[in-house]
C-alpha cells in the first residue's frame, strides 16, 4: 500500500509499518473501549468510541498509502495515541493498573515506525504526558474510573502478543526483504527490471524501474500480473523455460512480448519486445527474473515500418504515374487510329501508289496494338491496387466464347491454325463480369494463336462441374519448358528460348488472366509438355464471386512452386502443371 512514488528502501519501510500499525491499532482500541467504557458511559459510547477509532486509524493509514506524506498524520497519530493512553489508564483505575504498562507501547511503536532515537523521545514524552494527566482525568465528565480488575491484564498481553512476530524479523533482518534491497543494488547497474518470482512463477516482489521500462506500478505485475500482461504467443516459450528452471536449469533466455498500457494510439493492444533472463536466486524455491527492453526487435519493427512506407509511397507514385501516362498515350493514339482508318476508306480519294495504303495499314494497326498494351498495363495495375471494379451480369457463356471467337478468326486463319469450339450442352449461363470474362477468353486465345506453329489447332472447351464452370484452353504449340514455369504469370516475363523469342508481347497477358480469375473468387491451373501443347483451365462459380469488390489484401494469386507430373516411366519431360 505504500505510494508509488516511494522509492527509497528506508522511507519505503517506515510507510509500510506505519500503514500497518494504524491497520492493527484499532482492534486493541476495540478491546479496551468494550471493557473499559462500556460500564461507565454505555454502549451508545463505547460503540462511538470504537468507530472513531477505526475511523481515524484507518483514515490515517488511507492518506499515507495515497499521498505518500507520513509527516501529518504521524504527529496527529502521536497526539491522539496519548490522549487515548491517559483515557484507559484512567478509566482502568490509575498508575496502579496492569493498563499502565502500555505506556511502553508509544515509545516502541514510534521506534518501530520511525527508527531513530528521535522517535523513541517522542514516543516517551507522549506516554508521559498520558500518565502526568490523570490527577486532571477526573474532571472530565462524565468519565469514572472502574475498579482495577486481573483481567485488565489482557489488554498489555493483547499488544504484547504482537511483538513477537516483529522481534523475529529483528534478528533477521536479510529474511524479511533480501529480494527488494538486492533488486534495488541491481537495477542501479543495468537498465532493467528485477523481479523475484515464486517456484510457480508468481512475482513475489518487483522493482521500481517498472515505472519507467513497463509504465506499469510494481504492485500490478504481483501474483500472476506479469503472465496475463505476455502474449499469447509467447506464454508457452516463458512456461517452458520455468519449467527448466525447476528442473535445475542455471540460466534461461527468452524474447518475448509484453503488452504496455496504451500509449494514446488507436491500437487495441500495445505488444512491446522485451528480453527475458531467468536466473536461480539465493534461495532454492524462488527465481530472478531480468526483464530489459529488445533493441534489435525495436530497431528492425522502426525499419519495416519506414519500409512499408516508403513502398505504400512508391505504389501511390506508380499508379499516377500509370494513370497519367495512360491517359497521354490513349489520347494521340484514338487519333492516330481515327484518321488512320478515313485514309484507308479512301474518303478523300485514292491513294495514287499502293504502298501508301499499305503504309497507312501498317500505322492503324501500330497504333492498335500499342493502345492494347496501354490498356493492359493499365488493368494490371488496377487489379493490383484493388481499383478494378466488377460487375457481375448474367450471360451465356458460350456467347462468350462466339465473341471471342469472332474477333481472333482472322489471326488464326493468317497461320493456317483450326480455331475449334468444345462448349458442352450443361454450360449455360454464368453469373459475371462480361467484359472479365472475354478478356480472359481473348488474352488465352491470343497467346495460344501466337505460340502455336503454322498449321496447328487451338480449342475452346468449356462444362459445368457441380457450382461451377471450368473452360479452358488448349493449343498444339511449343509448350513450356520446366525451367520457364516460374516466370509464367509475372507482368513484363515472357518465357525466353531461341524459339519463342521471335514473338511479340509485353508478358501482361496472363497476369491480367490470373487478376481477373481472382477478382471472381476463381481457380486457374496450367498444364503443359513441351512440344506438344499447353492447356489453361479456368474454374469460376457459377453464381458469381462471394463479393462484387475484390478484398483489398487478397492481391493477385501467385503461381505456386511447379510441380512435374511425369509418365508413368518417369520421363522427367513429363507434362508440367501449374494451379494458381
Excluded at 522502426?302 to 512508391?314: D, G, K, P, S, W
Excluded at 485514309?343 to 493502345?371: I, N
Aim: include cysteine.
Amino acid at each position: 500500500m505504500v505510494h508509488p512514488t516511494i522509492t527509497a528502501g528506508g522511507e519505503r519501510l517506515r510507510q509500510r509499518r506505519f500503514i500497518g500499525v494504524m491497520l492493527a491499532a484499532p482492534f486493541l482500541a476495540a478491546g479496551a473501549a468494550v471493557t473499559l467504557v462500556t460500564s461507565s458511559l454505555g454502549a451508545a459510547v463505547t460503540i462511538a468510541a470504537i468507530f472513531a477509532a477505526f475511523g481515524f486509524c484507518w483514515f490515517a493509514a488511507l492518506l499515507v498509502a495515497a499521498s505518500g506524506r507520513m509527516a501529518l498524520a504521524g504527529q496527529a497519530a502521536l497526539v491522539l495515541g496519548g490522549l487515548a493512553l491517559g483515557t484507559a489508564i484512567f478509566a482502568a483505575g490509575g498508575p496502579a493498573s496492569p493498563v499502565a504498562l502500555l505506556a511502553l507501547a508509544l515509545p516502541f511503536e514510534t521506534w518501530w515506525i520511525g527508527g531513530s532515537r528521535r522517535a523513541v523521545y517522542w514516543g516517551a514524552l507522549s506516554a508521559l504526558g498520558a500518565v502526568l494527566l490523570q490527577p486532571f482525568a477526573g474532571s472530565l465528565p462524565p468519565l469514572a474510573p472502574a475498579g482495577i480488575a486481573a483481567w485488565h491484564w489482557l489488554l498489555p498481553l493483547a499488544w504484547a502478543s504482537t511483538l513477537i512476530p516483529r522481534l523475529n524479523s529483528l534478528r533477521n533482518p536479510a529474511g524479511t526483504q533480501p529480494a527488494s534491497l538486492a533488486g534495488d543494488r541491481l537495477e542501479d547497474i543495468i537498465d532493467a527490471v528485477v523481479l523475484r518470482l515464486g517456484r510457480h512463477g508468481e512475482v513475489l516482489d518487483a522493482s521500481a524501474k517498472a515505472r519507467t521500462i513497463l509504465r506499469l506500478q510494481p504492485e500490478l505485475l504481483f501474483g500472476t500480473g506479469l503472465f496475463e500482461r505476455i502474449h499469447l504467443a509467447d506464454r508457452v516459450d516463458y512456461l517452458s523455460a520455468l519449467a527448466d528452471m525447476r528442473d535445475g536449469a542455471a540460466m534461461r533466455r527468452i524474447d518475448l512480448r509484453i503488452r504496455l498500457p496504451r500509449d494514446g494510439s488507436a491500437a487495441a493492444d500495445n505488444f512491446q519486445p522485451f528480453r527475458l533472463q531467468l536466473m536461480r536466486g539465493e534461495q532454492q524455491d524462488a527465481f530472478t527474473l531480468l526483464l530489459s527492453e529488445n533493441d534489435d526487435v525495436a530497431a528492425l519493427r522502426e525499419e519495416l515500418a519506414a519500409a512499408n512506407e516508403t513502398a505504400a509511397e512508391a505504389e501511390v507514385a506508380k499508379g499516377r504515374f500509370l494513370a497519367v501516362v495512360s491517359h497521354e498515350l490513349r489520347t494521340p493514339l484514338n487519333a492516330i487510329i481515327g484518321f488512320s482508318d478515313m485514309l484507308l476508306h479512301e474518303m478523300f480519294g485514292p491513294f495514287k501508289d499502293p504502298r501508301q495504303k499499305e503504309y497507312v495499314s501498317l500505322v492503324r494497326d501500330s497504333g492498335q496494338h500499342l493502345l492494347g498494351v496501354v490498356s493492359s498495363i493499365l488493368d494490371v495495375s488496377r487489379i493490383e491496387a484493388g481499383a478494378y471494379s466488377t460487375e457481375p451480369e448474367p450471360f451465356r457463356f458460350v456467347e462468350a466464347v462466339d465473341m471471342c471467337r469472332s474477333m481472333m478468326r482472322l489471326q488464326a486463319e493468317a497461320k493456317n491454325i483450326g480455331l475449334a469450339a468444345q462448349i458442352a450442352p450443361d454450360a449455360g449461363e454464368i453469373n459475371a463480369d462480361r467484359r472479365a470474362v472475354q478478356q480472359i477468353l481473348i488474352n488465352l486465345v491470343s497467346n495460344a494463336i501466337k505460340f502455336t506453329p503454322d498449321g496447328g489447332n487451338v480449342v475452346v472447351g468449356a462444362k459445368r462441374v457441380g457450382s461451377r464452370l471450368h473452360f479452358w484452353v488448349s493449343d498444339t504449340g511449343i509448350g513450356i519448358a520446366e525451367e520457364d514455369f516460374a516466370n509464367l504469370g509475372k507482368p513484363f516475363m515472357q518465357i525466353q528460348n531461341d524459339y519463342t523469342r521471335r514473338f511479340e508481347g509485353t508478358g501482361l497477358g496472363l497476369s491480367l488472366v490470373k487478376g481477373l480469375v481472382a477478382l471472381h473468387d476463381g481457380t486457374m491451373s496450367i498444364e503443359s509438355m513441351p512440344g506438344e501443347g499447353t492447356t489453361v483451365t479456368i474454374s469460376l462459380p457459377v453464381n458469381g464471386p462471394k463479393g462484387h469488390s475484390r478484398d483489398k489484401d487478397s492481391g493477385v494469386l501467385a503461381i505456386p512452386a511447379v510441380k512435374t507430373k511425369g509418365h508413368a516411366k518417369g520421363d522427367r519431360n513429363g507434362s508440367l502443371r501449374k494451379t494458381a
